[in-house]
T-cell receptor
Framework: AQSVSQHNHHVILSEAASLELGCNYSYGGTVNLFWYVQYPGQHLQLLLKYFSGDPLVKGIKGFEAEFIKSKFSFNLRKPSVQWSDTAEYFC????????????FGGGTRLMVKP | KAGVTQTPRYLIKTRGQQVTLSCSPISGHRSVSWYQQTPGQGLQFLFE???????NKGNFPGRFSGRQFSNSRSEMNVSTLELGDSALYLCASSRTSGTFTGELFFGEGSRLTVL
């Protein structure tokens, strides 16, 4: 069975600080990896995704994530956060053979202080 | 275009009752998935429907069921409600035509409280 771990439950940063949120997964097959974000009062939305190819993927709003197969990791990064990045971030794993069933991590709440 | 619409947004039930939640996907999306979100368990997959057929099912008891109609709208039902069923139930649609995309468009959810 797949599992996803996000080790940081709460992160507080000041504006302009760099961000890295950890995500590790457990799965023996070929995975597809995602980061979803939920801004306060809004619905979950896709931030970025990795299916294959270049392990460094870029998403919306300046976010990027790097897939490191040997470490089973898919960490999310942003060089300089803004107050508007305050949100909850979810890492998720999917499988080509499992339709649109995703396994989500527990989420990381990011607060950016102005 | 309109997003995923879930109704009702909030509801309160008592133990033993049943509840039906509704989801209207984005126009043209044929896949509808349901997730349960709780503070303790996070986001957990319930089931996915595609072209009126259940394609996948998560690890939930049989009290949780769903269906999809020919217009892609979906409903989920929980019978014999328990206190632990209190959660935010999220519906997500996808434009998949059969292959996996993983790009889900979520609704705002239906918050169920069981007393």
């Amino acid at each position: 069975a797949q599992s996803v771990s996000q080790h940081n439950h709460h992160v507080i940063l000041s504006e302009a600080a760099s961000l890295e949120l950890g995500c590790n997964y457990s799965y023996g097959g070929t995975v597809n990896l995602f980061w979803y974000v939920q801004y306060p009062g809004q619905h979950l939305q896709l931030l970025l995704k990795y299916f294959s190819g270049d392990p460094l993927v870029k998403g919306i709003k300046g976010f990027e994530a790097e897939f490191i197969k040997s470490k089973f990791s898919f960490n999310l990064r942003k060089p300089s956060v803004q107050w508007s990045d305050t949100a909850e971030y979810f890492c998720a794993v999917g499988d080509n053979n499992a339709g649109n069933m995703l396994t989500f991590g527990g989420g990381t709440r990011l607060m950016v202080k102005p | 275009k309109a997003g995923v619409t879930q109704t009702p947004r909030y509801l309160i039930k008592t133990r033993g009752q049943q509840v039906t939640l509704s989801c209207s996907p984005i126009s043209g999306h044929r896949s509808v998935s349901w997730y349960q979100q709780t503070p303790g368990q996070g986001l957990q997959f319930l089931f996915e429907y595609f072209s009126e057929t259940q394609r996948n099912k998560g690890n939930f008891p049989g009290r949780f069921s769903g269906r999809q109609f020919s217009n892609s709208r979906s409903e989920m039902n929980v019978s014999t409600l328990e206190l632990g069923d209190s959660a935010l139930y999220l519906c997500a649609s996808s434009r998949t035509s059969g292959t996996f995309t993983g790009e889900l468009f979520f609704g705002e959810g239906s918050r169920l409280t069981v007393l």
